[in-house]
């Protein structure tokens, strides 16, 4: 199932896609979710982010092609860094490039999201607390990042993190999906999900080890090679075998 959440002249609402369309559901993806009669034509649906998590944890360096080209030596347990709620945006929304920074990169990512309360979370029930799956962009100001070594800050700022266009359930991490990311239509990413380091399990027990997860709470992966800048007028287009195609024009603050 692809679950989607969007603008309703209702209000906010989740759905589920369709053939036909979009149907609209009562409560949410992670309680009381029941479908209505509603089903709304693709063409009028105002997609949002397809979740809005309390808080956004993010993976470093985790593709063995980055530590190849940067000749790395793979690293022994994930490098984590936190995104808040605010960085988080839609299908559709701009990327805004902000005065404190002369250099934003794209940053492709698989991305997880928690569909029930997780702590201390054991490899091999890691499955058990995940609702699903989206296409993520970690922006970053890479600037900022080279010259002050301070992630939280180069990759905080509003509208750094892009998510969706939908939720897909009954997507299998561990198959050789493709993650793509083009810039006007020109690839710079591409690699399959099997090149991760850590894969989403691991990933998903060494955070619950440090902190506990809420339903909706997203972990960004990790970014392959190809990372690189992004201009007022670009558009960035993320996508995700399986999943689908994560769009956003990018304009200046």
């Known amino acids: ?27 949410t993806p992670f309680v009381a979710w029941q479908p209505t009669e509603v089903v709304v034509d693709f063409r009028e649906a105002r997609l949002l982010s397809p979740v809005f998590p309390t808080k956004v944890i993010g993976v ?25 709620s605010t960085a988080v945006i839609g299908p559709g929304q701009a990327i805004v490039l ?31 607390v995940v609702l699903g799956y989206t296409a993520g962009n970690d922006i970053t100001a890479q600037d900022l990042l080279r010259e002050e070594r301070q992630p939280v800050r180069a ?3 509003d509208s750094f993190c892009p998510l969706g ?21 020109v690839l710079r990413q ?26 909706g709470d997203v972990i960004l992966t990790g970014t392959p090679p190809g990372v690189g800048p992004v201009k007022s007028g670009d558009v960035v287009e993320v996508s995700l075998e399986g999943v689908g195609a994560l769009t956003n024009p990018v304009v200046s603050e």
């Open 98 to 128: 902000p005065t404190l920074s002369g250099e934003v990169h794209h940053g492709a990512s698989l991305a997880v999201v928690i569909g029930k309360v997780a702590r201390k979370v054991p490899v091999e029930d890691a499955s058990s």
């Open 190 to 215: 591409g690699t399959s999900i099997n090149d991760m380091i850590f894969g989403v399990a691991e990933l998903i027990s060494f955070v619950t080890y440090v902190m506990t997860l809420l339903p």
């Open 1 to 27: 199932m692809k679950i989607v959440r969007m603008q309703t002249p209702e209000g906010i609402r989740y759905g589920a896609v369709e053939p036909e369309g979009i149907r609209i559901h009562d409560g």
């Open 155 to 157: 990759k905080s700022f």
């Open 60 to 84: 470093t360096a985790n593709y063995a092609s980055g530590a190849d080209a940067a000749g790395s030596p793979l690293p022994e347990r994930p490098s984590l860094f936190m995104k808040p």
């Open 165 to 185: 266009p939908a939720i897909e359930t009954e997507y299998d991490p561990l198959e050789d999906f493709s993650l793509e990311c083009s810039v006007n239509g």
